[in-house]
């Protein structure tokens, strides 16, 4: 490694003007000054890293925003974010972009971030610089988030569609890796001299659909080493999590091969893949609403069985994953469990995805789920955690979930049971939002799992006719392992501001309605008076609580007050020239609590 006084940022940048290169250096280009550092560290080997990043949080929706930090959901980023990361238990962050629903619908099945390139660059072939105030600015957050005492992930995120795509037809595959390796180095330099706590990855989810596109991108890995290599400082030890085609845990394990230009030794290079399965779950797709089942189980532990089968001795990193704050909590809360537990079996880490709508509320400093955050940290210790039972069959016709008592307007007060799966704890004791500790023999009793709250108890908060709402929070403590939440709702049916409409191209539907109880929508069937599905006539092999039903945020949405058929749904009804009626299903999701809106042509 050359050494030279520690140059700043902007000397680097003028000392970096490369010409074109092709990959491992064909048509040889002029080596990028190597910058140096005044630290000198002990480097972390890949097997080391992952160990201690288990589990972590990505920054999502921020950096990787299009075209700039703020242009999302999300404000720009402070360090108080990273300090709350730090103290509630993550060890690691990931520093992408975001999703919205345009690139929701563009990839198919995308919910990621990380740090976007593409509206920064300042120059064009054969240098591709970057503009050095944005530079800065990551450097800036990766210091915020290292000095939160992170262990830091930081990739080119949202580039890989925007010119990065090595599928795309047509591309010029010379420029993709022009411009990638001109990025790497600047970027390199930029990051020379953090700690070696700051790992690499080369870019985010980067499209292949054949074995040609899996081959380009193990080239980009290697040109990605290259530049790292040539970027001087500490990079050269410095941990990287490669990326195989699409970060797809089948096409990486297909086609993903160790980079073999000796740019950095092995022992630093782990390998990351996403994972957002099953589909139709984590993105509430087609109605479903239930996970848990043992064939459930069995898939997921298949899916990481299968990539770790194909890369024994690599570190790996699951670098998103994700089961939304929209679910129903006892499958999302089941689900959450048995991924992190079994990624751990299979020594992979795991960084869950944070849009900014997801985990942390970032303006308050608040956890939504702060239960789901126990449940993750006991599972990748090895801690048994008692989980709310809920319905896993999916052939059911209703579903059950003991994250809830309902109690419905109308009806009579009486004994509830709620059903824990005790994992080998037993119930210590129950308190409700306000502090009260329940009485074990006056307010609940226990049997095994079952714990049956008393009406007494009950009838403090429900009544036939108190107003639907949420009532209290009952936190459930056990012997070990995360408490459980049981929130008692009394609902009704809600009611739309109007039933009824002709169908209006080219805008989303915009429907008023009165929640009754939790402000949740669970599904939406679609169907025509003709009796078709308006889409996907196949969910007719799915399920009594899936056949007919849209997809959330694609074709279906809520808002404040109002649900929302998008415009897509809209223009399905007319160009199918048919009337379709809407069904909006509720939680609990019992027969009867819906309701129709019908769209005429
Ligand atoms: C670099 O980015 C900053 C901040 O967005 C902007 O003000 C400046 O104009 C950019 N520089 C160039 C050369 O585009
Ligand atoms: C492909 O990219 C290279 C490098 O940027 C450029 O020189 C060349 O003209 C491009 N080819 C086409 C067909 O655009
Ligand atoms: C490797 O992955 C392929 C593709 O998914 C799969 O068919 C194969 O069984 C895997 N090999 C091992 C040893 O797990
Ligand atoms: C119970 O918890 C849920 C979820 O955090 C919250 O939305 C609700 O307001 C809480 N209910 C009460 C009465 O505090
Ligand atoms: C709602 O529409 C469905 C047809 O999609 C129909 O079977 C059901 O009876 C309707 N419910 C009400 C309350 O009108």
């Known amino acids: 490694m050359s050494s030279f006084r520690s140059p700043s940022l902007t000397a680097w940048l003028k000392v970096a003007t490369l010409t074109a290169t092709s990959i491992l250096g064909a048509s040889a280009a002029a ?8 630290d000198v560290w002990t480097p972390i080997t890949a097997k080391d890293y992952n160990a201690a990043i288990n589990p972590g949080w990505n920054l999502g929706n921020t950096l990787d925003a299009i075209p700039d930090e703020g242009s999302w959901n999300n404000p720009a980023v402070v360090q108080a974010t990273f300090d709350d990361v730090k103290k ?20 198919g099945a995308r919910l990621t971030v990380q740090v976007t390139y593409t509206h920064h660059f300042t120059g064009s072939s054969p240098d591709w610089t970057i503009n050095s105030t944005w530079l800065q600015r990551v450097s800036k957050v990766v210091d915020m988030a290292l000095s939160s005492g992170l262990y830091v992930i930081t990739n080119v995120h949202h580039d890989s569609w925007e010119w990065a795509d090595v599928s795309a037809s047509g591309a010029n595959l010379t420029m993709i890796e022009e411009k990638f390796y001109r990025t790497w180095v600047q970027i390199g330099q930029t990051l020379a001299c953090k700690s070696p706590k700051l790992a690499l990855e080369p870019i985010n989810e980067p499209p292949a659909n054949t074995a040609a596109d899996g081959a380009e991108l193990n080239k980009l890995n ?24 699409s970060m797809d845990s089948i096409k990486t394990s297909e086609w993903f091969k160790l980079p073999t230009g000796n740019y950095k030794a092995k022992q630093y290079l782990a390998l990351q893949y996403h994972y957002y399965s099953p589909y139709d779950f984590i993105f509430q797709a087609w109605g479903k609403t239930i996970w848990g089942s043992d064939a459930d189980k069995a898939t997921l532990e298949a899916d990481i069985a299968n990539i770790r089968g194909n890369f024994t001795d690599l570190p790996l990193v699951i670098g998103e994953a994700e089961a939304g704050m929209l679910l129903e909590p006892a499958a999302r809360r089941k689900y959450i469990d048995f991924f ?3 990624a751990k079996k299979y020594d992979t880490s795991l960084i869950v995805w944070d849009n900014g709508d997801g985990y942390l509320d970032r303006s308050t400093h608040t956890w939504r789920d702060p239960q789901l955050l126990d449940i993750l ?5 090895g801690v048994s955690n008692s989980l709310s039972d809920s319905t896993t069959d999916g052939s059911a016709t209703s579903q059950s979930s003991s994250a809830y008592i309902f109690h419905k307007v109308g009806a009579a007060v009486t004994d509830q049971v709620v059903k824990f799966l005790l994992n080998g704890n037993t119930v210590k004791s129950i308190r409700a939002t306000d502090g009260t500790v329940l009485s074990s023999s006056k307010d609940y009793s226990v049997s095994g799992g079952d714990v049956t709250v008393k009406s007494a108890f009950l009838s403090k908060y429900l009544s036939a006719t108190a107003a ?43 429907i008023p309605i009165t929640w009754k109880g939790l402000y949740k929508l669970a599904a939406v069937k679609m169907l025509r008076n003709d009796g078709v599905y308006l889409f996907d006539d196949w969910t007719q092999y799915l399920g009594p609580l899936q056949q007919a039903r849209g997809t959330y945020s694609g074709q279906w949405d809520r808002d404040g007050a109002s649900v929302k058929l998008m415009a897509a749904t809209v223009a399905q009804v007319i160009s199918g020239g048919v009337t379709t009626t809407f069904t909006f299903e509720f939680y609990p999701r019992v ?9 005429t042509v």
Request: glycine share 10%; hydrophobic share 40%.
């Open 377 to 381: 940290k006991n599972a990748v210790k």
């Open 31 to 38: 080596t990028p000054r190597a910058a140096a550092c005044l």
């Open 88 to 107: 509630a238990g993550f060890n690691s962050v990931r520093i992408p972009g975001k999703t919205n629903e345009n690139t929701f619908q563009m990839e």
């Open 591 to 599: 027969p009867g609590n819906s309701v129709n809106y019908t769209l």
């Open 468 to 510: 639907p709402g949420s009532k209290t929070n009952l936190t459930v403590s056990f012997s070990a392992g995360a408490d459980a939440t049981v929130e008692v709702v009394q609902w009704d049916v809600p009611v739309l501001g109007s039933t009824t409409s002709k169908a209006q191209a080219g805008s989303d539907l915009i």
């Open 222 to 245: 290697e040109l990605f080493l290259k530049a790292l290599a040539e970027s001087g400082g500490q990079n050269a030890a410095r941990v990287v999590t490669l990326a195989g085609g």
């Open 340 to 342: 992190a537990r079994t």
